[in-house]
């Protein structure tokens, strides 16, 4: 049962690739350059750190994120926005200072955790351009996300801080910004 809520979870990360790419395609997603790079170094943490902690199958998802995250790094530079903060730095910096901790310690708990804290920061920018610019991101797509994160909570091996941390704030953050699409769709139909 385990693999079967994983396989689904890497499932509704696929879709939701394919769904978000296609919005880039057709111009009404723009992902920001510097969030793709900041989640592709969290997710490779937290999928190699959760792996670690015995999260199994629950850990796939992640492991797809990881690589859906790294091919938009690409793309982002043409399709994407480039809007580069100084905060934007700071995250940047500090997601690469993420796997410091696992280095030094042996233990990937502090890597996952920060990931984790670092990853919900980093989403701010994308939290900025989605509510000036809420068309910009695939709502179908941050669905899918949120379903994901659900089915690897369920299909987790292994339940502790390493494996659930980072899985609890990316539902929390993907919650956000559906929400801030779900707001603004709202707000316009009114």
């Given at each position: 049962m385990k693999e079967f809520l994983g396989a689904a979870a890497v499932a509704c990360e696929l879709a939701s690739a394919i769904i978000y790419y296609h919005d880039i395609y057709r111009g009404n997603t723009k992902p920001h350059l510097y969030t793709m790079i900041i989640w592709s170094i969290?997710?490779?943490?937290?999928?190699?750190?959760s792996l670690a902690a015995g999260a199994g199958?629950?850990?796939w998802g992640t492991g797809m994120s990881f690589l859906f995250c790294a091919s938009l790094v690409p793309a982002s530079f043409y399709w994407g926005t480039t809007d580069i903060t100084k905060m934007d730095r700071i995250f940047l910096a500090a997601a690469l200072f993420a796997v410091v901790p696992w280095l030094l310690t042996k233990d990937p708990l502090w890597s996952v955790v920060l990931a984790a804290g670092i990853d919900?920061?980093?989403?701010?920018?994308?939290?900025r351009k989605t509510w000036n610019a809420p068309s910009t991101e695939?709502?179908?797509?941050?669905?899918?996300?949120?379903?994901?994160?659900i089915l690897q909570m369920l299909a987790l091996s292994a339940y502790n801080v390493t494996t659930l941390i980072y899985l609890i704030e990316v539902l929390v953050a993907d919650s956000a910004l559906?929400?801030?699409i779900l707001f603004?769709?709202?707000r316009r139909a009114v």
């Open positions: 969290l997710a490779g943490i937290v999928f190699f750190g199958a629950g850990a919900g920061l980093g989403m701010l920018p994308t939290l695939s709502l179908p797509a941050w669905l899918l996300a949120l379903t994901r994160s559906t929400g801030i603004h769709r709202k």
